[in-house]
Nanobody, 123 residues
Framework: QLQAFGGGLVQAGGSLSLHCTAA????????IGWFSQAPGKEREFVAA???????VYADSVKGRFTITRDNAKNTVYLQMNSLKSEDTAVYSC???????????????????WGEGTLVTVSS
């Protein structure tokens, strides 16, 4: 039900905009999170946006990435600026209906996952 789009190859310092679309009329009731996974590494939290549009970011992306949502389009966006080579990873979005807000970075909270999109940042 979730699908991530927008990945690609970009030079360090550049920008990409990812988006996550979802099917279903209750999209607005879900918290949506973005996670990344680089080759050989564990999944990492990137950002999340709650139903009330409050946002949470990993320290590594604060000030560079922005997460927003458009419930009318069932879409969440992740604007990534000032990209670094260490941002290279597969980015996936996930949905959580009954999240514990203090634990949004915990991927185990999320109920639904979409296929990821690859972001490659060349140095």
């Amino acid at each position: 039900q979730l699908q991530a789009f927008g990945g690609g190859l970009v030079q360090a310092g550049g920008s990409l905009s990812l988006h996550c679309t979802a099917a279903g009329r209750t999209f607005s009731a879900y918290t949506i999170g973005w996670f990344s996974q680089a080759p050989g590494k564990e999944r990492e939290f990137v950002a999340a946006i709650r139903r009330d549009r409050n946002t949470v970011y990993a320290d590594s992306v604060k000030g560079r990435f922005t997460i927003t949502r458009d419930n009318a389009k069932n879409t969440v966006y992740l604007q990534m600026n000032s990209l670094k080579s260490e941002d290279t990873a597969v980015y996936s979005c996930a949905a959580c209906r009954s999240c514990i807000y203090s634990s949004l970075p915990n991927f185990r909270q999320y109920d639904y996952w979409g296929e990821g999109t690859l972001v490659t940042v060349s140095s």
